[in-house]
């Protein structure tokens, strides 16, 4: 199975947001949760239809989205050296 056919994008769910498919979960939230420091098995625990496939399209899907973004200058101002 590909991210595609994981992950989907429609405006009418969650305003676009993406999506593990035939869910409302979306990505930013898988994300989120991992870096928060969750684990898959917390994840998988706390939202019962997701699969451990649907978490590792989420992050394949997060990482092409970045690969594909322009790239942006971050100022000092809000990034201080070190951080």
């Not at 009418?12 to 990505?27: A, E, Y």
């Not at 699969?51 to 000092?76: F, G, K």
Request: proline content about 5%; glycine content about 6%.
């Amino acid at each position: 199975m590909t991210v595609a056919d994981r992950i989907d994008v429609n405006p009418k769910v969650m305003l676009g947001k993406p999506v593990i498919k035939g869910t409302r979960i979306t990505v930013e939230l898988v994300l989120r949760k991992l870096g928060e420091g969750a684990s898959v098995a917390d994840l998988l625990d706390a939202y019962p239809r997701l699969t451990r496939q649907d978490i590792q399209a989420a992050l394949s899907y997060a990482a092409d989205t970045l690969a594909h973004e322009a790239h942006v200058v971050a100022s000092q101002k809000h990034y201080p050296s070190g951080a």
